[in-house]
């Protein structure tokens, strides 16, 4: 027996959106999503049933800042190969994706939609305002949303106020009477939440292919993220006030094999920020993803000293498809409902030298037996 908790989230592999076990069960068809084959290869599989139980759990907590809720008796994909959960300890480095693959069928927006969504996201509480406005320190991000916002029809009236922009974004002129606001119906229908504390990235950006993701991801970072060099090092770090938001940014990252930590700053109202840590993901970022025009001189300045320091190259590339993060927490955590999943299409993953095969899902960011 096993299972994972129903709020754990495995990546759907036809749109990349991540989804929850307990969405997953209530699905009337099988649900695609991404597995390992015998090689340890990212491959696409599905889960065709889950079934549900009551059992004692341990919640995993890593140094990525992922966790997952596991049955004592669930099975986790670690260097020394297969083990239960209720054994992992302080230490233990458990096999994590290295690279989530594009989604099967990605969708297409207008280039239009994507950066104005991701500028909007980045400003706190944009939004939920009433009448809509967009506020930045910025002037190439304010001269976006302007470009952006008339693909609604929308004519921006900008003010300045000494160093910043604020960007007020009223109805068409001609909208017939009645009608709402086309971009607050566009931000509806993406399931946008209203609340900074709220926030997180609407399903469809996952589902976008690899250029128009990293258009978003240069945008979200451009209004909400820091790009520098402070004290030596290079800095690469998106804040926000919402868990869900940062652990979603983490994922889309995921996508461009750019290893990241999730931490939150001091005091209860404190943000939660991903940062991008290490050379080499740091020179992926700004090789993959790159800078809005902005911050392009800042992006150019991170990648001659990375090259600099001689720890980073531009042709490095993952050479497996798992890698590895560090538990820095194992903790019982009582008895609670969890999912154990049939998964069908790719061969099983054997343990390294042992012959266990067991299938094995992306669950939580983690290497996780399916059933």
């Not at 290079?234 to 990241?260: C, E, H, I, K, N």
């Not at 025009?293 to 300045?301: K, S, T, V």
């Not at 560090?326 to 061969?347: D, H, K, L």
Request: net charge neutral; charged share 20%.
């Amino acid at each position: 027996m096993s299972g994972l908790a129903p709020t754990t989230r495995v990546v759907r592999s036809d749109t990349g959106a991540q989804v929850a076990l307990a969405e997953v069960a209530d699905a009337r068809a099988a649900v695609p999503v991404w597995a390992l084959d015998r090689e340890l290869r990212i491959v696409p599989a599905t889960i065709a049933v889950l079934t549900r139980r009551t059992t004692r759990v341990h919640e995993v907590r890593l140094a990525s800042g992922r966790s997952a809720a596991v049955a004592d008796d669930h099975h986790v994909l670690t260097r020394d190969g297969w083990m239960p959960a209720d054994t992992l300890q302080i230490g233990t480095r458990v096999a994590v994706p290295r690279v989530v693959p594009d989604p099967v069928d990605p969708v297409w927006w207008p280039d239009d939609e994507v950066i104005l969504l991701a500028h909007l996201l980045a400003n706190p509480g944009a939004t939920g305002r009433r009448p809509l406005c967009y506020s930045t320190g910025e002037e190439a991000n304010a001269d976006a949303v302007e470009k952006a916002a008339a693909h609604f029809g929308v004519v921006p009236r900008r003010v300045r106020h000494g160093d910043w922009w604020r960007l007020y974004l009223p109805s068409p002129a001609n909208l017939p009477r009645g009608d709402r606001h086309p971009m607050l119906g566009w931000l509806d229908e993406l399931g946008v939440a209203g609340e900074a504390e709220q926030a997180h990235l609407p399903a469809g950006v996952f589902a976008l292919d690899r250029r128009q993701l990293a258009l978003f991801v240069r945008h979200l970072w451009a209004a909400g993220g820091v790009l520098r060099i402070g004290d030596g090092q290079p800095v690469l770090s998106y804040g926000a006030g919402s868990r869900a938001m940062v652990d979603d940014v983490q994922a889309v990252l995921d996508r461009f094999g750019v290893a990241t930590r999730v931490r939150r700053g001091r005091g209860p109202d404190a943000a939660w920020h991903v940062m991008v840590l290490g050379a080499d993901a740091q020179y992926r970022f700004i090789d993959e993803i790159g800078a809005h025009p902005g911050g392009g001189h800042i992006a150019q300045r991170i990648a001659r000293f990375l090259a600099a320091t001689g720890d980073a190259r531009l042709d490095r590339r993952p050479t497996s498809d798992i890698g590895w993060d560090v538990v820095t927490s194992s903790q019982a955590a009582g008895e609670q409902p969890v999912c154990a999943a049939t998964v069908t299409g790719p061969e099983r993953p054997s343990e390294r030298g042992a012959g266990l095969l067991e299938p094995a899902l992306l669950a939580g960011g983690i290497v996780a037996a399916a059933g």
